[in-house]
């Protein structure tokens, strides 16, 4: 039985986001678009002056006009110098679907649409099990209950801190590390329906990126959604709003427009001067031997970087009692990491050489043990691929061993048994546009870590927030496991770490609590720190600070 849709509309010519939607439900064959409801709205130019002079005052309609002109500067800055994330308009009437048009009942700021008996009877007719809010206005009235699932609707931020809009701007405008998403069914209170889905993505440089990242990455969750509710003929367990009693955002008036001007274009500025000056953020690996104190990181000892690379992802292995630090080697010049190794001792290192070279990137060397052999997962990203390499004389030589994921977007991966099973945590991006900061999805496998056979843990991906998802080690101590992660911050990738323990691991559930966090407070000059690993002997950290016109000066 498929899931009838109907999509209200304000005309048959979606942005691109929600055409992107739109195609998607087309193909699925449990899904179908049963109904286009088109607003009809008096859209004359008289008509729309008219309402925009009902609507505001001049103050605001100057301020309006302002920021227009802001967001059509930055659309062009995005379409010549950053990453895309578009989709392709499309038009409805090339689809065969059955429409009708309704005339809402507009408040006098014409903000609120109502619609009357007649044609809440026609939505009614079509007995429809979810509609999809797609046009404007805040919704009042029976429209919210003319389905069986009532109105599903986006809102592009978390309402717990932030109701209203332009969607992206405030969190650029306040330098929030995250810009949050809910997927709600809507009620009457704005931004306040029951939270269907809730996750965060980093929030970008400026505000027209930040709203086409959120666009785009939140997709999938709408997709997923929608596919659910297909295959049990029923809604998820929904969340209530928590209670609301903040500001409700509009667009900024003209000194919030200065502020965010000031703010946001000297720091582009400020990033292409540096630039100028052959600014490079610049990564290195340090460590120190384990005491009582594990998380005490004074008088680390730094593995000085060789010619035109950085060290960083470091992870320790042990073998017959000699430690061992296998590393991301990033060289400038290729643009491209390998895997290095380094043999450590209390005070001194020996750098044994590249032990792991693709034509294409690596990094994230972790290590583990399967049936008295030694593998490799390094990150793959670059090829679409999770895979596993087989040492064949350690440290130095190793060879390609199997593929255990193709087609998966997916960094930082960890691999390792637990109460019989073995689990696969990593960072995929499941819109495909290289973020892997902000999602964590978890697999798990009766057959061993060597096959392909991977099973996707039910509530992946288990976070959604770019304070927290993104991997950066693992420790097993006390018979207890420690997930290590990420902290981004605006502007800054890998700004801090915080050390997990896994509270609960099985095929259902999943859970983790922070108990320690770690700052790049340790040497002098750092402003990121981004992995820690241990074993019985050894702590391992990385940190970056910049550098300056090619010269790496070391830590001090």
Not at 49 to 59: A, H, L, M, P, R
Not at 287 to 313: Q, S
Not at 400 to 423: C, P, Q, R
Request: with cysteine; proline share 3%.
């Amino acid at each position: 039985m498929r899931i009838k849709i109907g999509l209200l509309l304000d005309n048959l010519e979606p942005d691109e986001y929600n055409s992107e939607l739109i195609q998607w439900i087309d193909k699925q064959d449990k899904l179908e678009i049963s109904l286009c409801i088109i607003n009809k709205l008096n859209t004359s130019k008289i008509s729309k002056i008219k309402s925009v002079f009902n609507k505001y005052s001049i103050n605001r309609i100057i301020n309006k006009i302002l920021f227009k002109l802001v967001v059509l500067f930055e659309k062009y800055l995005y379409k010549f110098f950053f990453d895309k994330y578009n989709s392709n308009k499309i038009k409805l009437n090339n689809f065969q679907i059955p429409k009708i048009y309704v005339k809402p009942i507009l408040s006098k700021k014409r903000i609120y649409y109502q619609y009357s008996d007649d044609d809440l009877k026609k939505i009614k007719d079509k007995k429809l099990d979810l509609i999809i809010r797609m046009g404007s206005g805040i919704l009042k009235g029976d429209i919210l209950f003319s389905s069986k699932h009532g109105v599903l609707s986006f809102h592009h931020a978390d309402n717990d801190i932030n109701r209203g809009g332009p969607a992206g701007f405030w969190e650029v405008f306040y330098r929030q590390s995250k810009t949050g998403f809910i997927i709600q069914q809507l009620n009457e209170t704005l931004d306040g329906g029951n939270i269907l889905r809730k996750g965060f993505f980093p929030t970008k440089i400026f505000f027209y990126l930040n709203q086409k990242f959120i666009y785009k990455k939140s997709l999938y969750y709408f997709k997923k959604l929608l596919s659910e509710i297909s295959e049990n003929n029923m809604l998820p367990n929904m969340t209530p709003s928590n209670k609301y009693n903040g500001k409700i955002y509009k667009d900024p008036n003209f000194l919030e427009l200065f502020y965010y001007l000031y703010k946001t274009y000297s720091k582009i500025i400020g990033i292409f001067l540096r630039k100028c000056f052959l600014e490079k953020d610049t990564w290195y690996v340090a460590y120190k031997e384990k005491n009582h104190n594990l998380y005490n990181l004074d008088n680390l000892k730094v593995i000085e970087n060789n010619k035109n690379c950085f060290n960083a992802d470091p992870f320790i292995y042990k073998l017959k009692d000699q430690n061992y630090i296998f590393v991301e080697s990033f060289n400038f010049k290729k643009k491209r990491g390998s895997i290095s190794v380094y043999k450590i001792k209390k005070h001194s290192y020996e750098f044994l050489g590249e032990v792991l070279k693709e034509k294409f990137h690596l990094s994230f060397p972790f290590i583990f043990e399967f049936e008295n052999k030694i593998f490799m997962c390094p990150e793959t990203n670059q090829i679409n691929e999770i895979r596993l390499y087989e040492n064949i004389s350690f440290p130095n030589k190793w060879k390609y061993h199997s593929t255990l994921m193709k087609n998966v977007s997916a960094a930082d991966t960890l691999i390792f048994e637990h109460n019989g099973i073995w689990w696969l945590l990593t960072n995929i991006d499941y819109s495909e546009i290289n973020d892997h900061n902000s999602e964590l999805s978890l697999y798990y496998s009766y057959e061993g870590p060597l096959t392909s056979k991977w099973n996707k843990h039910p509530k992946n991906p288990l976070i959604i927030d770019p304070e927290k998802a993104r991997n950066a080690g693992l420790i097993s101590e006390n018979n207890k496991l420690y997930r290590v992660s990420q902290k981004n911050e605006f502007g800054i990738y890998g700004k801090e770490i915080d050390i997990n323990i896994i509270d609960m691991i099985s095929t259902e559930n999943y859970s983790e609590k922070t108990i320690h966090n770690i700052k790049p407070d340790f040497k002098k000059r750092l402003f990121a720190t981004h992995h820690f690993n241990l074993n019985d002997d050894y702590i391992v950290v990385d940190c970056c600070k910049k550098n300056y016109f090619n010269i790496d000066n070391g830590l001090k």
